[in-house]
């Protein structure tokens, strides 16, 4: 066999690249022997011999031999050796060139060729894009849709293109939504219907192509897909219903898409998705809450689903899953009915509904996910709900484990809301027993320490909510405001550049608050705010200057 190779490729460089004659058609097909054989070694003889660079000119002339070369690069190519002399020997323009040839065999030659080529590299797949390969292999698709061999071949394509941003304009540009859900449409087999989605998953991340994936009728596919998968227990059909699913899920995550299919709460798809939630396939119920995050992505149709009754839907799926539940599950159902209590006019509605108490049974979840998304449907829940805040803010169950995960270092997500959530239900219920409760289980601390947070919108509240415990119960709080240094934290506060003028506003109000407190007082006076203060009065906010005079006048009078 290496002899003949030997000799196949000696002659092949002596013949001139545009015969067809018969004695390169015999070396060509003698090259595809050996590397049948041994591609490894065939390769490096071949790589050898110099015999690359005659390729450009055998592509250049089509005739018979053609298919025959370009099957050769591609096995050529299968070696990761071989693909940088590939491209230095300039055979990918002349490849791409070939994808506009009528013939069904080179055109697959070639695919395979350029795919084995621009394998795992990035920047030869994004090569492959600015010379405009996509518009080229979509309108492949849609004319040979009867091969299937070609068919996969484009769809192996897609699939690794579709991974590079630089792709996805391109994509959406052609007609491919339209020609995918038409392939689609004609599979049976599991195999083919598995390829297709890996072409539509990464795809569908793009929001103009989510729409035209919408408009293209992909969703009735997906509908249907569940609809044949839902009671099987075969491992291939439980994939497929979690990959339809999933991307079901995905399209709405675009809003136009989504507002398309919502269709002002009558659409079928809609009502198709809602269906899943009380399903008893755990997937679904998943796919099915997510879903209805999704759809309540704005204030219409928050204020519709809860006016339609999908609440109590929710409350039944979270009841399903108390114990021992799907944290998936429970946490996409609580995202969902964040998401609802988002509008004002849904708070008292969902509050009567008995959203509280259900959420309140997950208090003693181990889970980050589920507890950060608690402690954000409570916080929504009793936004401007003084009543609620109230209940909830004398539950010691409910405070103890909000102070508990205050200190929960290692999540951010939940530590962040749990103080938020404390100082919203002192801030909603300006109640003297709330704020008793928030002192007694050990929060002030925790208040003080969010007065430094990062986050403006979190020191804000924070010093709203230490106003009032100074406001509403000053003596019970005067030990722990001492032995978290509350007087330093403010004086940090008003002298920090940085300090938006909200900040310097409320700081003030708080230190007008402790004056009060004999201890409070006298480290007021020891560390001279009276002179931090007469600085604040010429500051460019108004409202700063105004409140700097006063708290100068109040610190006067009580020095």
């Known amino acids: 066999m290496a002899d003949n190779l030997s000799e196949a490729l000696k002659t092949l460089k002596l013949s001139s690249a545009d015969s067809a004659s018969d004695s390169v058609e015999s070396c060509l097909d003698c090259l595809l022997k050996a590397l049948a054989h041994n591609n490894v070694e065939a390769s490096e003889k071949i790589q050898e011999m110099g015999v690359l660079p005659m390729m450009p000119s055998l592509l250049a002339t089509q005739n018979s031999c053609t298919p025959k070369v370009a099957n050769i690069i591609a096995e050529l190519a299968k070696n990761e050796f071989m693909r940088s002399p590939c491209v230095e020997a300039g055979l990918i323009p002349p490849l ?74 391109q994509f959406a540009s052609t007609n491919i939504a339209e020609e995918l859900v038409r392939l689609f449409r004609k599979q049976v087999e599991h195999e083919k219907k598995e390829m297709i989605f890996e072409v539509l998953a990464p795809l569908a991340e793009n929001d103009a192509i989510k729409l035209q994936l919408v408009e293209a009728g992909l969703v009735e596919c997906l509908l249907d897909v569940v609809g044949q998968t839902v009671d099987s227990d075969r491992e291939e059909d439980v994939a497929q219903l979690k990959t339809a699913s999933d991307l079901m899920v995905l399209l709405l995550l675009g809003d136009e898409s989504m507002q398309k299919l919502f269709e002002g709460g009558k659409g079928s798809v809609f009502q198709r998705v809602l269906s899943w939630v009380p399903s008893n396939n755990h997937q679904l119920q998943l796919a099915g ?16 689903m809860v006016d339609t009754g999908i609440v109590q839907m929710l409350l039944e799926l979270l009841d399903r899953h108390v114990e021992e539940g799907n944290v998936t599950v429970q946490h996409a159902a609580l995202s969902a009915l964040r998401n609802l209590a988002i509008p004002v006019v849904n708070k008292s509605k969902m509050l009567s509904a008995g959203v509280a108490d259900v959420v309140l049974k997950f208090l003693q979840s181990e889970m980050p996910p589920v507890q950060f998304k608690l402690l954000g449907t409570l916080r929504m ?30 999540h951010a997500g ?15 219920s300006k109640s003297k027993e709330v704020v008793r409760t928030v002192i007694q289980c050990g929060g002030v601390k925790h ?27 000053l003596d019970s709080a005067e030990k722990d405001f001492v032995g978290a240094t509350l007087v330093q934290v403010l004086h940090k506060l008003l002298t920090e550049e940085k300090s938006a003028p909200e900040i310097k506003y409320n700081s003030m109000i708080l230190i007008c608050s402790v004056m009060g407190s004999e201890p409070l007082h006298k480290e007021v006076q020891s560390l001279a705010f009276i002179d931090v203060v007469s600085k604040l009065r010429s500051h460019e906010n108004k409202t700063v200057a105004h409140q700097a005079s006063l708290t100068e006048q109040r610190l006067t009078a009580q020095s």
């Open 96 to 169: 791409v060139q070939l994808l506009n040839c009528k013939d069904q065999e080179v055109l697959l030659q070639t695919g395979r060729a350029l795919g084995n080529i621009c394998y795992d590299s990035h920047t030869l797949q994004a090569q492959l894009i600015s010379m405009g390969v996509i518009p080229t292999l979509v309108k492949l698709l849609g004319v040979h849709a009867q091969n299937t061999a070609l068919t996969e071949m484009c769809l192996i394509a897609f699939g690794n293109l579709a991974e590079l941003e630089s792709s996805k304009e």
């Open 289 to 304: 809450a997510l879903a209805i995050a999704n759809f309540a992505r704005n204030d219409g149709n928050c204020i519709h």
């Open 381 to 410: 829940l009793i936004d401007t709900q003084a009543d609620a805040a109230d209940q909830l803010g004398t539950n010691r169950k409910l405070v103890e484990r909000l102070v508990e995960w205050c200190e929960a270092k290692d």
């Open 414 to 428: 939940v530590m962040g809301e749990s103080n938020r959530l404390l100082s919203a239900l002192i801030r909603h």
């Open 447 to 473: 208040l003080v320490t969010m007065a430094t947070s990062e986050h403006m919108i979190m020191q804000n509240e924070a010093l709203v909510a230490l106003g009032l415990i100074a406001a509403l119960d």
